[in-house]
């Protein structure tokens, strides 16, 4: 078994800059997104999650949930490579129980600096230490350490969030954990008049979360991506196991649900959905290696078990029925979600006309998993515990 890293390993020299494109007017879109899991020692199936995303978009103006975002200005970027973004910070927390979502929705400016920049403290080697903070009183930011060593995140609660019970105050350390899920993960694509992605990801991570004071022990997943293009519909979803394996799957598909206006699940429309180029990964700390799935399907179905879970408007909870494959592997992966939290976009586009995207994350449970390769097979009783977090997204924002 691979030993851990003492740093995150990878080319992170881009990794607080959002000009490796050219924006793209209501196109382009920009985000750090980190996502904290933590096993719920009351049911130890689920886990408790914390989502944190800082984001802006090239738009006149946006409706992200009800909010009415409107930029006022562009993207500022200075002689040394400093950022000054308008943005905002969202999040949610589910408890193990309850979803409090949102937990943050907040509108600021954001400065995003390497440790080249001439505000940073101390001497720097551009090799990925720097950080996003919003320039508002509260500490909300994220960064990374010198040395790669780890990644901070701090995060206050909005008012309306703690006055119906969550908590006011989170601090988080990521740490690297093993080989490839801990290594810096980078995709490219420029494909068609200057649209494109410019993703980069850590897969796993080792995490101490601190909320209120009271200090946990999870895993974590980071990315930073840059989308210049239409949103299409999508499902993707990951899974960490307790020692140290990751998993994940993405099947973006055409499907009627394109058409959708709001967050309404199950919609007698949705009645099929055609992949297109589906894929996957599995990093298997047993063996040490990597299987990457050039194949994947997604099948949704309502819950129906006599303890199925409904969401917070009475809607059931899906089940995800996941299959990924290649020529030397295989997994078959049934979960369900025991939560949901969902953003909603409205963005104004050309002769009056709204476009629209719905992004639903589920905090999953894991009901089986087999997989297959040439060494044998495993399930889900081979590990003492399997966590992670689905998404499913209808409609189309451009």
Not at 12 to 19: E, G, I, Y
Not at 76 to 95: K, L, N, R, S, T
Not at 197 to 218: F, H, S, W
Request: a negative charge; charged letters at 25%.
């Amino acid at each position: 078994m691979s030993e851990d890293l003492s740093h995150f390993k990878g080319d992170f020299s881009s990794l607080w800059r959002l000009d490796m494109m050219p924006p793209i007017r209501r196109l382009s879109w920009w985000w750090w997104w980190a996502l904290i899991l933590i096993p719920d020692p009351d049911n130890p199936g689920r886990s408790k999650q914390l989502m944190v995303l800082w984001s802006t978009k090239e738009t006149p103006a946006i409706r992200v949930s009800g909010h009415w975002w409107k930029p006022g200005g562009r993207m500022y970027v200075d002689e040394h490579g400093g950022h000054v973004i308008p943005g905002m910070v969202c999040a949610w927390w589910f408890d193990g129980k309850e979803m409090f979502e949102p937990l943050v929705k907040r509108e600021c400016r954001m400065a995003s600096i390497s440790d080249t920049h001439p505000l940073w403290p101390g001497e720097g080697k551009g090799e990925g230490a720097g950080a996003v903070v919003p320039l508002i009183d509260q500490d909300m930011s994220i960064g990374m350490a010198p040395g790669n060593k780890s990644f901070w995140i701090n995060l206050s609660s909005d008012e309306e969030a703690v006055s119906k019970g969550a908590p006011s105050k989170f601090e988080a350390e990521l740490t690297p954990w093993w080989g490839p899920p801990s290594e810096l993960t980078y995709r490219n694509n420029v494909y068609f008049l200057g649209m494109g992605y410019d993703i980069l990801r850590l897969q796993a991570t080792k995490c101490k979360l601190v909320v209120d004071g009271e200090v946990m022990e999870g895993t974590g997943y980071f990315q930073k991506v840059s989308v210049q293009a239409p949103s299409f519909p999508w499902f993707w979803g990951m899974l960490h196991f307790d020692d140290g394996s990751y998993l994940d799957w993405f099947m973006p598909h055409v499907t009627p649900m394109w058409s959708a206006r709001d967050d309404e699940p199950w919609r007698l429309r949705d009645f099929f959905r055609t992949p297109n180029i589906g894929t996957g990964v599995f990093h298997d700390r047993k063996t040490g290696k990597t299987q990457n799935f050039d194949n994947c399907t997604v099948e949704l179905s309502k819950q129906n078990s006599p303890d199925a879970m409904k969401d917070d408007k009475g809607n059931p909870l899906p089940e995800f029925l996941v299959r990924v494959w290649n020529e030397e592997s295989s997994a078959k992966i049934r979960v369900r979600a025991v939560s949901r939290a969902r953003w909603i976009f409205d963005q104004p586009t050309r002769a009056s006309w709204v476009s629209h995207l719905t992004y639903n994350e589920y905090p999953l449970e894991v009901i089986s998993i087999n997989y297959k390769d040439s060494e044998g097979t495993r399930n889900e009783g081979d590990y003492e515990w399997i966590h992670g977090n689905a998404e499913h997204a209808w409609g189309v924002l451009h």
